[in-house]
Structure formats: structure tokens, C-alpha cells
T-cell receptor
Framework: NAGVMQNPRHLVRRRGQEARLRCSPM?????VYWYRQLPEEGLKFMVY????????ESGMPKERFSAEFPKEGPSILRIQQVVRGDSAAYFC????????????FGEGSWLTVV | AQTVTQSQPEMSVQEAETVTLSCTYD???????LFWYKQPPSRQMILVIR??????QNATENRFSVNFQKAAKSFSLKISDSQLGDTAMYFC?????????????FGKGTKLTVNP
């Protein structure tokens, strides 16, 4: 049973470009989360999705950031017009259902904006 | 608002010895979940141990165990027989459940170094 798969693992973008990060949850998991880790800090919640639904996006910046989890295919975190402050590790996680089930993390995607 | 505090930014321990990492949290909820995650130099987030607040028994996973003090809102991690591979950042996390959503709130982490 493959774990949470994220790609790309490393992404370099110039300021103003778009970044797309993909996440395939563990088999059987219908809940997906995105977290961001800035250098020397802990992870911060961004968004919680179920298939075709955004449940909680309270941690997402209001502009330039969006996330989706379509009926078919991976979850996508999209960052438009990237700035240097977007440089961070972006972790995807999944769980089979709510109510305190363990959340399993992927290996992260490292975005560097130059 | 729920907060998680890890008061030890860095710690070190000799191989084979025992070390305890501290974590305190703040919540008004009665039922919740607590986690310890490990982040080695590879940067992957690895679950170490999970505790359900309504269970009085402390969780244990091999060399890892917790001391869960609900009244004191304390959730420390004990690593016995420390190994070089235990060198990593350790993050304590609280699961916040509200309005149909759930999310992890992380502390700032403790950097643990196991010395040979």
C-alpha cells in the first residue's frame, strides 16, 4: 500500500510564475490536507479537502493560492504569481476519515522561488 | 484558540540513554487527540505516537512512550535506549476539530541530537 505521494519533490520557479504541486493520497483515504513549513518552523495548516469539496481553507492566503481535489486524479495546490516568500516545503497528508484518525504525511514538495 | 508549546528548542542525548521531550497545549475541549511526529534530515514527517485524550493509559510504541497529564495539559515524549537514527526534529501536535473540519496544530519543534 503506497503512502502519500507528492510531486514534484523539488520545484524552482521564477517570481511571477505559477507553481503546481500534486498529491495522491493513500489508497482508501478520502481526506486530504495541505500544510506549509517555512524554514526553521513547524507545519502550518493551509486547507482540508474531500473529493470535490473544500471543507476548510482557513489557512490559505486569500490571494494567489488555490486547492482542489477532483473526483478523479490527485489533489492540486496551485500558487499563482509566486513571490520569494512562497519558498517553503509544502506537505500533503491524508486520512481515511475524520474523528481523530491518524493523518499520514507525504515526503513534501520543496518550492524555491528565485 | 488551541496552542502547542515545546519549550526545548534543542536537546542532546548519548546513545543508549533516555531522553524526554516536553510539550504543553492549551484547549477547552474535553475530547481530542495528540501526536508526536519526527522529521529527520530527509525532512519527511513520520508519525511516532498518537494519544486519545479520553484514554487514561499512556500510549507506547516500542522505545517511544508518552506521559499524558490531561489536567496539566502536558504530553511529553520519552525515548528509551536512544539510537543514532533518532536524531531529528520532533514536533508535538494537537488535533483541532471544529465545525466539520479537523486540522493539526503543531509546536515549533525540538531538535534532538543523539551522540555516539
Amino acid at each position: 500500500n503506497a503512502g502519500v505521494m507528492q510531486n514534484p519533490r523539488h520545484l524552482v520557479r521564477r517570481r511571477g510564475q505559477e507553481a503546481r504541486l500534486r498529491c495522491s493520497p493513500m489508497k482508501g483515504h478520502s481526506h486530504v490536507y495541505w500544510y506549509r513549513q517555512l524554514p526553521e518552523e513547524g507545519l502550518k495548516f493551509m486547507v482540508y479537502l474531500q473529493k470535490e469539496n473544500i471543507i476548510d481553507e482557513s489557512g490559505m492566503p486569500k490571494e494567489r493560492f488555490s486547492a482542489e481535489f477532483p473526483k478523479e486524479g490527485p489533489s492540486i495546490l496551485r500558487i499563482q504569481q509566486v513571490v520569494r516568500g512562497d519558498s517553503a516545503a509544502y506537505f500533503c497528508a491524508s486520512s481515511p476519515q475524520k474523528s481523530g484518525n491518524t493523518i499520514y504525511f507525504g515526503e513534501g514538495s520543496w518550492l524555491t522561488v528565485v | 484558540a488551541q496552542t502547542v508549546t515545546q519549550s526545548q528548542p534543542e536537546m542532546s542525548v548519548q546513545e543508549a540513554e533516555t531522553v524526554t521531550l516536553s510539550c504543553t497545549y492549551d484547549t477547552s475541549e474535553n475530547n481530542y487527540y495528540l501526536f508526536w511526529y519526527k522529521q529527520p534530515p530527509s525532512r519527511q514527517m513520520i508519525l511516532v505516537i498518537r494519544q486519545e485524550a479520553y484514554k487514561q493509559q499512556n500510549a507506547t510504541e516500542n522505545r517511544f512512550s508518552v506521559n499524558f497529564q490531561k489536567a496539566a495539559k502536558s504530553f511529553s515524549l520519552k525515548i528509551s535506549d536512544s539510537q543514532l537514527g533518532d536524531t531529528a526534529m520532533y514536533f508535538c501536535a494537537f488535533m483541532k476539530q471544529q465545525g466539520g473540519s479537523e486540522k493539526l496544530v503543531f509546536g515549533k519543534g525540538t531538535k534532538l541530537t543523539v551522540n555516539p
